[in-house]
């Protein structure tokens, strides 16, 4: 049974860089056509997709945030990380990784979640 | 980017209520996309994918329908359970977009 779990700081300041990893456990990152993804929820609101990586480090993000996001993949460890830099109080969220399977015929997004990891930007 | 506008935003029902949740897409996107359901302090799971293939393990009583720009979920008979919050999501391109959410309540 595939699941994912995230980690990372609970606190971070105004301007700094937030880092946070998904583990993945019961499955390997690189077996199969999955790209791997964050999606973020503020307090109060609805859900927002950040980004998706493949194992190879092929990526999309989110124009929206595309210039202060990075993401990447440690396929030894078998974890991906997101970083989101320049943070502000409007980063406060709920950050969930998930799994998007690619198929031949359709894709099947975010078929599995982490519980999500709770950041908020304050100084 | 493509829009998705998810309606109603709220809504209250009894159980055993039939329930439609709508979300319309500003541009096509085939049948690319997924419902999703979420309670609180919980990360969402997933209902349906490809409009309208029922994910395994979620009862029948869900259902998704349509294609294009037009989709709806269905709640044939509303369950104590199913209060939740609902969202759509398209991935027909990038960058993926979600529906607002509908919150479903007790009546």
């Known amino acids: 049974q595939l699941q994912l779990q995230e980690s990372g700081p609970g606190l971070v300041k105004p301007s700094e860089t937030l880092s946070l990893t998904c583990s993945v456990s019961g499955g390997s990152i690189s077996g199969g056509t999955y790209y791997w993804g964050w999606i973020r929820q503020p307090p109060g609101k609805g859900l927002e997709w950040i980004g998706n990586i493949f194992y190879s480090g092929n990526t999309y993000y989110n124009p929206s945030l595309k210039s202060r996001v990075t993401m990447s993949v440690d396929t030894s460890k078998n974890q991906f990380s997101l970083k989101v830099s320049s943070l502000n109080a409007a980063d406060t969220a709920v950050y969930y990784c998930?799994?998007?399977?690619?198929?031949?015929?359709?894709?099947?997004?975010?078929?599995?979640w982490g519980q999500g990891t709770m950041v908020i930007v304050s100084s | 980017d493509i829009q998705m506008t998810q309606s109603p935003s709220s809504l209250s029902a009894s159980v055993g209520d039939r329930v439609t949740i709508t979300c319309r897409a500003n541009?096509?996107?085939?049948?690319?996309l997924g419902w999703y359901q979420q309670k609180p302090g919980k990360a969402p799971k997933r209902l349906i994918y490809?409009?309208?293939t029922l994910q395994s393990g979620v009862p029948s009583r869900f259902s998704g329908s349509g294609s294009g720009t037009e989709f709806t979920l269905t709640i044939s008979s509303l369950q104590p359970e199913d209060f939740a919050t609902y969202y759509c999501l398209q991935h027909n391109s990038y960058p993926l977009t979600f529906g607002g959410g509908t919150k479903v309540e007790i009546k």
């Open positions: 998930a799994r998007y399977v690619v198929g031949y015929s359709w894709d099947e997004p975010f078929d599995i």
């Open positions: 490809a409009a309208s």
């Open positions: 541009q096509g996107i085939r049948t690319d």
